[in-house]
């Protein structure tokens, strides 16, 4: 996997940022306004974009790029390469894990019950699919709805990478312990992972439990939606969605 990640950045406890609020409780989490003002600074991350620009039609070239993939073995079994789908210039981009049967017929991320769920979840925080991208790790449904191995992870992971890159999103939402640890490049559990606003990079990244765990676990509600009010505070001190919900 290319990782151009930048590892010398503090994550999680060791950060700063982290450090400077952790006197307070999680459900008071605050977003540092210095803390905002450095990513409005940060070229990495443009806040004030959202026309679309080049971004549809560099996504539209990547896909031609990928074209009928072969680099590992999900291109066997897959009927569709399930690239994404919402508002590319939204920037905010949630990452799944990897397409499942419903999505691996008709091409679009999150279209199952864990895609209907996740649609309740972004209306609780005012969001809905036009006003976020989202995509997954692997672009190709791994057989049986199996955890997708590394190295599948690895051979997809420069389409993801450039998705970010052309995109640019102001912050990266990873739903569950496959998308949170490639994006955060830490081995813990989600359960240790989410609550903390970690980095991709200079782009925060929010890790939290994937909608299909909450449809199995009723107990994982809560923590979901204290994730949701982190990403919520985050979004209004940065100004986004960039573009109207109703814009593509
Ligand atoms: N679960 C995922 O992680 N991604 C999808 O697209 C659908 C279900």
Redesign the pocket.
């Known amino acids: 996997m290319t990782d151009n990640r930048d590892t010398s950045a503090p994550r999680g406890r060791d950060d700063p940022f982290w450090n400077s609020v952790a006197s307070f409780g999680l459900d008071e989490i605050f977003v540092l306004p210095e803390w905002i003002a450095g990513l409005k600074g940060n070229k990495t991350i443009s806040i004030t974009g959202g026309e679309g620009g080049s971004i549809p039609s560099e996504l539209a070239a990547l896909v031609s790029r990928v074209g009928d993939c072969r680099a590992c073995v999900l291109c066997e079994e897959r009927n569709t390469i399930?690239f994404g789908a919402g508002n590319p210039s939204a920037g905010i981009i949630f990452i799944?894990?990897?397409?499942?049967a419903?999505?691996d017929i008709q091409g679009?991320?999150?279209?199952?019950r864990?895609?209907k769920l996740l649609d309740k979840i972004l209306a609780a925080i005012d969001l809905d699919r036009n006003s976020l991208y989202?995509t997954?790790i692997v672009k190709c449904r791994p057989p049986g709805?199996r955890t997708p191995a590394k190295d599948e992870v690895a051979a997809c992971w420069w389409i993801l990478e450039e998705q970010i890159r052309i995109m640019q999103p102001g912050v990266i939402v990873a739903?569950?312990a496959p998308?949170s640890r490639t994006m955060t490049g830490s081995s813990e559990g989600i359960g240790k992972l989410r609550g903390t606003i970690h980095r991709y990079g200079d782009i925060p990244v929010i890790p939290t439990y994937?909608?299909?765990a909450l449809l199995r676990t009723e107990a994982l509600k809560r923590p979901v939606w204290e994730d949701m009010k982190i990403l919520r505070k985050l979004l209004d001190e940065l100004g986004l969605p960039r573009a109207g919900k109703n814009q593509a």
Do not use: D, L, W
């Open positions: 399930v799944g894990e990897g397409p499942g419903n999505e679009e991320p999150f279209v199952g864990a895609g989202i997954n709805n739903m569950g998308a994937h909608p299909a």
